[in-house]
């Protein structure tokens, strides 16, 4: 293993601010799927064979519930854990959580200052900085286990460098089509790249892609599936749980909102299951993790004389969800959507997915990389819909101040589109609290 023994001289910089503006110009493009880079780097710093169990989350919607949830679980069975996520939506330090805590700026800048130290003159993109930081801090803080986000796809995202004990492939839908194929039969077999030879699998879809399916038999991996292998039932306030030799009933609905995280947690039980022997849970413990999970951004409620929910949902799968909590869940009044996009998505599709749900349109231009203006949006909304109120604004604060304007004590105001879209209202909104 590379020595972690570094003087002021081998350190490049001194803030994480100006160890992640120099990531973001090392590599070529900002994007640049493959295993080559990082395994050479990760090889290099002895990481390749970590000691705690690996969990990867894949799939196009629901990774991000999936790890708080499986990350609560296992916190209040007392085990060490150890969460990667991207992206962040307020902090970098969002990424690297140990025990579900943020790790601090001089913890990543170690990790950073070792990984530059171990890559000579390997170029490596933002992306995989990070995860190699996540594994170098995860091997110093003696977790019990990893819980590991898929970036984009899953065959040839970094995370997939490391073997996992467990797979979970949450779902799939059309995203990212630039780089994992415009049909899901392509994107699953992307997604099904976390899967491993004799190693088990969850899918949360009952019925996924053939090439998901395929490609576990091809391997000879274990899948288990929702709907088949495991199921679930809901029941008025509470739900039931049962899969090969374990049944758990008189569940409490996951501290999580939105109908669909019911799902999310069937599947994360499922791997839990799978875990065992090497981590063992109790009933008691699963209950209580299911109440404490927190993920910020999905269907978050901003208390207030107008009510008001945050949501990243950014492709028409996530958006079907997010209509689908806003069906189950109806407000007195008139729904007014805030919505700011990349121009690369499928805005038109999310707009599709969403107009039974909203009665007023606020679309605001995002002022990033890649961000469409409120005027394409609105090109785009008059594509799919004519007859109902429609605003632009120059940036999304603006647009969510306005919507609170115009909305009655009986309406909500409902923020969406992109995790840049929530976040500019997060930290809007934590500024107005202090």
């Not at 409902?414 to 609290?433: E, I, K, M, P, Y």
Request: hydrophobic share 40%; aromatic share 8%; proline share 4%.
């Amino acid at each position: 293993m590379l020595s972690t023994s570094l003087t002021s001289a081998d350190r490049r910089f001194a803030t994480l601010d100006e160890w992640l503006t120099w990531q973001e110009t090392l590599h070529h493009s900002k994007i640049d799927l493959g295993l080559e880079r990082i395994r050479q780097v990760l090889q290099r710093m002895g990481l390749e064979h970590p000691a705690y169990a690996v969990v990867t989350i894949g799939g196009t919607n629901g990774k991000g519930s999936s790890v708080a949830l499986l990350d609560s679980i296992l916190s209040a069975a007392g085990y060490r854990t150890g969460a990667y996520t991207s992206p962040h939506l307020l902090r970098y330090n969002e990424r690297v959580r140990i025990c579900r805590q943020d790790v601090e700026d001089a913890r990543l800048c170690r990790a950073f200052e070792r990984i530059d130290a171990a890559r000579g003159d390997i170029s490596l993109t933002y992306f995989e900085f990070a995860t190699l930081a996540a594994f170098e801090i995860f091997h110093h803080a003696a977790i019990d286990v990893a819980i590991l986000e898929v970036g984009m796809g899953g065959r040839l995202d970094a995370v997939n460098v490391v073997d996992p004990d467990v797979a979970l492939v949450t779902t799939v839908g059309i995203d990212h089509v630039k780089w994992l194929g415009g049909d899901r039969e392509t994107i699953g077999r992307e997604k099904a790249g976390i899967f491993r030879a004799a190693r088990p699998a969850v899918c949360g879809e009952p019925d996924p892609p053939e090439s998901l399916l395929g490609y576990a038999r091809q391997l000879g991996t274990p899948l288990y599936r929702s709907g088949h292998e495991y199921t679930y039932v809901t029941h008025d306030k509470r739900w039931s749980w049962q899969g090969p030799g374990q049944r758990y009933d008189g569940l409490p609905y996951p501290s999580l909102q939105g109908d669909f995280q019911i799902r999310n947690a069937a599947g994360v039980i499922m791997v839990l299951e799978l875990l065992k022997p090497r981590l063992v849970i109790n009933q008691e413990q699963l209950s209580s993790g299911l109440q404490h999970a927190v993920n910020i951004g999905r269907f978050q409620v901003l208390p207030g004389d107008v009510t008001c929910i945050l949501d990243v949902a950014h492709n028409p799968h996530g958006a079907q969800a997010l209509a689908q909590a806003l069906g189950h869940h109806p407000c007195q009044g008139k729904t007014h959507a805030v919505m700011g996009m990349l121009a690369d998505k499928d805005i038109r599709g999310v707009i599709k997915e969403m107009m039974p749900q909203v009665d007023v349109w606020h679309l605001a231009s995002l002022a990033v990389e890649r961000g469409a203006s409120a005027t394409r949006l609105l090109e785009d909304f008059r594509s799919v819909a004519q007859d109902k109120p429609v605003y632009k604004y120059p940036d999304v604060i603006t647009a969510w101040q306005e919507a609170r304007q115009l909305a009655q004590p009986n309406d909500r105001v409902v923020v969406f589109g992109s995790f840049h879209t929530v976040a500019d209202v997060l930290r809007h909104h934590s500024n107005s609290q202090n």
